[in-house]
């Protein structure tokens, strides 16, 4: 008897494997059509089936970004990264949102955030590095650049910026 509740159960996650398949490709499918709505309404069908799939969350928040409905995106990106934290897109696609909005402190706590997942990314660390510099964060500016040029060591430009730091605290070497 229990032989087969075992095949059962495993042939109904099969079907609802393939049906969650088939819904999330409608959805991405009437996304690409630019038909928001459609799609927002196959990953609400595909979000009750695997509840709390970051994947699919992603795209019902990117749905409410096109259609406008800002608040639930900005929530749906923030439980996003609750269960997932280091999912980048859902940190750069908050950031955006949150940026016009003027939530600066939010921006760079998650900033932070998102540079601990991007270690190796060179326009992170610049963008950090000339906010620091902005606010005269001069030794915070500096790691940063360090970062950025350990990154790409061949960038000129990273170099300069870094000197003209160096330049305003009054040191000359690099």
């Known amino acids: 008897m229990r032989y087969w ?15 969650l398949n088939d819904i999330f490709d409608k959805g991405l499918h009437a996304f690409s059509q630019h038909d928001y709505q459609t799609a927002s309404n196959y990953f609400q069908q595909a979000d009750a089936i695997v509840p709390n799939k970051p994947e699919i969350m ?23 990264i ?3 934290p280091d999912y980048t897109k859902a940190y750069k696609r908050l950031i955006e949102l949150l940026k016009k909005r003027g939530a600066t402190e939010e921006i760079e706590k998650l ?5 601990l997942y991007t270690q190796d990314d060179v326009q992170a660390h610049l963008a950090l590095a000339r906010k620091y510099k902005s606010a005269e964060q001069f030794d915070a500016s500096i790691a940063h650049y360090l970062k950025a040029i350990e990154a ?23």
């Not at 075992?6 to 996650?13: D, Q, R, T, V």
């Not at 900033?111 to 540079?115: F, G």
């Open 58 to 80: 992603f795209n019902l928040a990117c749905c409410y970004i096109e259609l406008g409905n800002m608040d639930n995106a900005i929530s749906l990106l923030r439980r996003i």
């Open 111 to 115: 900033s932070a955030q998102l540079l």
């Open 5 to 19: 509740y075992l095949i059962l159960s495993a042939s109904a996650s099969i079907i609802a494997a393939h049906n």
């Open 152 to 174: 790409e060591a061949h960038n000129k430009n990273i170099c300069f910026e870094l000197a003209v730091v160096y330049t305003l605290i009054g040191q000359t070497k690099i």
């Open 82 to 84: 609750k269960l997932k």
